[in-house]
């Protein structure tokens, strides 16, 4: 008896001056803590030492943690963050300033909290800059460049960065993914860009390839500013309030893009193009949309091949002309084409899925031409709160007998039979609901069949034949 | 008395058809949110490049640059516009579009790329163009005379650090007039001479292409 006491009596004892131990220790540990946080400048290691010590040619990897910014590179290094390493920046320079040719930044996360002005986690102001694996958190821009030719920028991460008790920032606000001004030669590849205000922006930059990107919830995925034989395919935007914002360019390639469920915004678009000539738009799927493909403004382009499927308006044409519009499918848009001052596109072999045809020689093509009525367009440029009227009986009534000026409305001179098989196989596989058809239509039916037939059964026996 | 009702009446309703008449245009907010240039479609930010035309009608046309509003009125006149307002560049004050003093340089980057900003005085914006180094100061009625081209430039500018202040502003500006003809295509679109102007600015920007090429 007397032991055990005693034994738990030690027990008690020692758990005591255990506490009163960890008490002691306690507030010398917090006070060291605080110290490291209010102890400015702050202990960080400081990037640009290293810098300022590497020969040109160096590599410098990063091994500590996190490092304290801003750094100005001004010899051709190359700095490897080994996708662990923060560079955190406080102040208004960018995180990472490039001065000089043929840097390369790999795996390096970067933190820029101020915001305001052009302020950047990257600017680069020189050319052969190659930035990988880079990811930045950013309360300003992302990447900046600058007069810096044959840049390459793949596999990066770019995202916005709140500021803290701050509530949402407008789009407009924010900065711009990579941000792009008299830079020609780029390539931008497999990059994912969330929340900034454009996710690439391009001005007065030629010649470059942009492919592969994932764009989401910006203002615009991609926006193009009196661009040149560039290249723009394999991308990927949702979300955003215009998917591609092609302005003011020549020569320009745009395939194989996927925009879809750009409609948060009552002005989104798929794919917009304003002033763009003797460009080609073709194989691109626009999806969901509000506007599946705009174009305004635009001459001497071909629109091939695309995909424009359940969007509000399909496609607009606004004073466009000579303009080549051929083998596109239009699938489920709500209304399918609309036309105001574009009478001379050449618009034949697409596919309408409401055009109702004639093939009288077996060719797949209609003889019956398919014209876009104008009339709701013309009526609601205007007065936009005429949109209340649409699709009401008096609406369709008054364009159905609207056919002033006809000869003049944007014609598919032979709309195509059948959908294009190809074009229409993306669609299936980028279904947003994810709808996988596990059963086919006739066992559906068999099963609901079996299961009527069972209920009928039972609702007989239970309720009809037992009780008489 | 009844006459006097009568009078009453009549004053109370002339005075009231007067005040109707005097209709102001007054500028309106901009909501990013909703607000796209109606000559570009781009969103019309809440800044200091944003314009505004309010016509008699009362509805308002919000652009995103002055040379989007100043294209608008080459294609729609200007008989139908009850005010026209910029902003000032410092405050984003709505002025009136004639009271403004304008800066221009190639340069300046604005969001069409017409490179125009606006100032309520003279003394701010000559203020501004004496900060960048570069600028021509315009009133209202100047600028009727301006050639409005945007800054498309295709020539590489390697020698110089930063595009804000140019320092080889002379063979800018001599490349700029080369170009005049595709800023005009901007203004008159289905103009009869657009094939023409656009050709001849296609092969000038050929022409620079060839060069880009030798430089390198």
Same mark, same amino acid.
């Not at chain 1, 970067?110 to 958190?137: M, T, W, Y």
């Not at chain 2, 403004?100 to 701010?124: E, L």
């Not at chain 2, 009625?141 to 050639?147: C, G, V, W």
């Given at each position: 008896?007397?032991?055990?006491?005693?034994v738990?009596?030690?027990?008690l004892?020692?758990v005591?001056?255990l506490?009163l131990?960890l008490l002691c220790i306690?507030?010398?540990?917090?006070?060291k803590s605080l110290?490291k946080?209010?102890?400015l400048p702050?202990p960080?290691?400081s990037?640009?030492q290293?810098?300022d010590?590497?020969?040109?040619?160096?590599?410098?990897v990063?091994?500590?943690e996190?490092y304290?910014?801003?750094?100005?590179?001004?010899k051709?290094?190359?700095?490897?963050?080994?996708?662990?390493?923060i560079?955190s920046?406080d102040t208004?320079?960018a995180a990472?300033?490039?001065?000089?040719?043929?840097?390369t930044l790999?795996g390096i996360n970067?933190?820029?909290?101020p915001?305001?002005?052009?302020?950047?986690?990257?600017?680069?102001?020189?050319?052969?800059?190659i930035l990988?694996?880079?990811k930045?958190?950013?309360a300003g821009?992302?990447?900046?460049?600058?007069?810096a030719?044959?840049?390459a920028?793949?596999?990066?991460?770019?995202?916005w960065?709140?500021?803290?008790d701050t509530?949402?920032?407008?789009?407009?606000?924010?900065?711009?993914?990579?941000?792009?001004?008299?830079?020609h030669h780029?390539?931008?590849e497999?990059?994912t860009?969330?929340g900034?205000?454009d996710?690439?922006?391009l001005?007065?930059?030629h010649r470059?390839n942009v492919n592969n990107n994932?764009?989401?919830?910006?203002?615009?995925?991609?926006h193009?500013m009196?661009?040149?034989?560039?290249?723009?395919?394999?991308?990927?935007?949702?979300?955003n309030?215009?998917?591609?914002?092609?302005m003011?360019?020549r020569?320009?390639h745009v395939?194989?893009?996927?925009?879809t469920?750009?409609s948060?915004?009552?002005?989104?678009?798929?794919?917009?193009?304003f002033?763009?000539?003797?460009?080609?738009?073709?194989?691109n799927?626009?999806?969901?949309n509000?506007?599946?493909?705009y174009?305004?403004?635009?001459?001497d382009?071909?629109l091939?091949?695309?995909a424009?499927?359940r969007?509000f308006?399909?496609?607009?044409?606004?004073?466009?002309?000579?303009?080549?519009?051929?083998a596109?499918?239009?699938?489920a848009?709500?209304?399918e084409a609309?036309?105001?001052?574009?009478?001379?596109n050449?618009?034949?072999?697409n596919?309408?899925?409401s055009?109702q045809g004639?093939d009288l020689?077996?060719?797949?093509?209609s003889?019956i031409?398919?014209?876009?009525?104008?009339?709701y367009q013309?009526?609601i440029?205007?007065?936009?709160?005429?949109?209340l009227f649409?699709?009401?009986p008096?609406?369709?009534f008054?364009s159905?007998?609207y056919?002033?000026?006809?000869?003049h409305?944007?014609t598919d001179s032979g709309p195509r039979m059948?959908?294009?098989p190809?074009?229409?196989?993306?669609?299936?596989?980028?279904? %947003?609901?994810?709808e996988v058809?596990v059963?086919?239509?006739?066992t559906?039916?068999?099963i609901i069949a079996?299961l009527?037939?069972?209920t009928?059964i039972?609702?007989?026996?239970y309720?009809?034949?037992s009780?008489? | 008395?009844?006459?006097?009702?009568?009078?009453i009446?009549?004053i109370?309703?002339?005075?009231?058809?007067?005040?109707?008449?005097k209709?102001?245009?007054?500028?309106?907010a901009?909501n990013e949110?909703?607000?796209?240039?109606?000559v570009?479609n781009?969103?019309v930010?809440? %800044?200091?490049?944003?314009?505004?035309?309010?016509?008699?009608d009362?509805?308002s046309?919000?652009f995103?640059?002055?040379?989007?509003m100043?294209t608008?009125k080459q294609e729609?006149g200007?008989?139908?516009?009850?005010m %026209?307002?910029?902003?000032d560049y410092?405050d984003?004050?709505?002025?009136?579009?004639?009271?403004?003093?304008y800066v221009?340089d190639?340069?300046?980057?604005?969001?069409?790329?017409y490179?125009?900003?606006?100032?309520?005085d003279?003394a701010?914006?000559e203020?501004f163009a004496?900060?960048?180094?570069v600028g021509?100061?315009?009133?209202?009625a100047?600028l009727a005379n301006h050639?409005?081209?945007q800054?498309?430039d295709?020539?590489?500018?390697?020698?110089?650090?930063e595009?804000?202040?140019h320092?080889e502003?002379?063979?800018?500006e001599?490349?700029?007039d080369?170009?005049?003809?595709?800023?005009?295509?901007?203004?008159e679109h289905?103009?009869?001479a657009?094939?023409a102007?656009h %050709?001849?600015?296609?092969?000038?920007a050929?022409?620079?292409?060839?060069?880009?090429k030798?430089?390198?």
């Amino acid at each position: 008896m007397r032991s055990e006491r005693r034994v738990i009596f030690q027990v008690l004892a020692w758990v005591l001056l255990l506490n009163l131990a960890l008490l002691c220790i306690a507030p010398s540990v917090l006070a060291k803590s605080l110290a490291k946080d209010a102890g400015l400048p702050s202990p960080l290691p400081s990037l640009q030492q290293l810098v300022d010590r590497a020969q040109p040619g160096d590599t410098i990897v990063l091994t500590e943690e996190k490092y304290a910014g801003p750094v100005i590179v001004n010899k051709k290094l190359k700095i490897d963050g080994r996708g662990t390493a923060i560079l955190s920046n406080d102040t208004a320079e960018a995180a990472i300033r490039i001065q000089a040719a043929g840097v390369t930044l790999r795996g390096i996360n970067i933190l820029q909290h101020p915001a305001g002005g052009e302020s950047a986690a990257i600017a680069v102001h020189a050319n052969e800059a190659i930035l990988e694996d880079v990811k930045i958190r950013t309360a300003g821009f992302g990447i900046l460049l600058r007069d810096a030719d044959h840049a390459a920028i793949r596999d990066n991460v770019i995202s916005w960065l709140p500021a803290e008790d701050t509530a949402d920032t407008k789009l407009g606000q924010k900065g711009n993914g990579i941000d792009l001004y008299n830079s020609h030669h780029y390539r931008i590849e497999q990059n994912t860009i969330a929340g900034m205000r454009d996710g690439i922006y391009l001005e007065n930059s030629h010649r470059g390839n942009v492919n592969n990107n994932r764009l989401y919830s910006s203002r615009y995925g991609i926006h193009c500013m009196y661009v040149e034989k560039t290249q723009i395919h394999n991308n990927q935007g949702e979300f955003n309030m215009t998917g591609a914002m092609i302005m003011g360019v020549r020569d320009i390639h745009v395939y194989d893009n996927v925009f879809t469920k750009q409609s948060s915004n009552v002005n989104s678009q798929g794919i917009l193009l304003f002033d763009v000539q003797n460009s080609v738009i073709e194989r691109n799927l626009v999806e969901g949309n509000r506007v599946g493909i705009y174009i305004e403004l635009s001459k001497d382009n071909q629109l091939i091949e695309n995909a424009i499927i359940r969007n509000f308006i399909g496609i607009q044409f606004k004073q466009a002309e000579d303009n080549k519009v051929q083998a596109n499918d239009f699938v489920a848009n709500v209304i399918e084409a609309e036309a105001t001052n574009s009478g001379e596109n050449e618009i034949h072999g697409n596919y309408w899925d409401s055009a109702q045809g004639l093939d009288l020689n077996n060719d797949g093509i209609s003889e019956i031409p398919y014209a876009i009525n104008p009339f709701y367009q013309q009526l609601i440029a205007k007065t936009p709160a005429f949109q209340l009227f649409f699709q009401s009986p008096g609406m369709t009534f008054l364009s159905d007998m609207y056919a002033d000026d006809r000869e003049h409305w944007t014609t598919d001179s032979g709309p195509r039979m059948k959908i294009n098989p190809l074009s229409a196989m993306p669609a299936l596989s980028s279904g %947003d609901a994810g709808e996988v058809k596990v059963l086919s239509d006739q066992t559906f039916i068999l099963i609901i069949a079996s299961l009527l037939l069972g209920t009928a059964i039972i609702t007989i026996i239970y309720s009809g034949v037992s009780k008489s | 008395m009844k006459n006097w009702s009568l009078a009453i009446i009549l004053i109370l309703t002339l005075s009231l058809a007067a005040g109707c008449g005097k209709t102001k245009h007054e500028a309106q907010a901009i909501n990013e949110d909703v607000d796209v240039c109606v000559v570009c479609n781009m969103q019309v930010k809440d %800044d200091a490049f944003a314009t505004q035309i309010v016509t008699k009608d009362g509805k308002s046309l919000k652009f995103d640059d002055l040379g989007c509003m100043n294209t608008w009125k080459q294609e729609n006149g200007v008989d139908n516009i009850g005010m %026209d307002y910029v902003r000032d560049y410092n405050d984003k004050e709505w002025i009136e579009f004639d009271e403004a003093t304008y800066v221009y340089d190639a340069s300046i980057r604005t969001p069409m790329a017409y490179g125009i900003v606006s100032f309520k005085d003279k003394a701010s914006a000559e203020a501004f163009a004496k900060e960048q180094g570069v600028g021509q100061i315009l009133s209202a009625a100047e600028l009727a005379n301006h050639s409005w081209q945007q800054n498309q430039d295709m020539m590489d500018h390697h020698d110089h650090g930063e595009h804000g202040a140019h320092e080889e502003h002379g063979a800018h500006e001599e490349h700029g007039d080369t170009h005049g003809e595709e800023a005009e295509h901007g203004g008159e679109h289905h103009g009869d001479a657009h094939d023409a102007a656009h %050709d001849a600015a296609h092969d000038e920007a050929q022409h620079d292409a060839d060069n880009d090429k030798g430089q390198q």
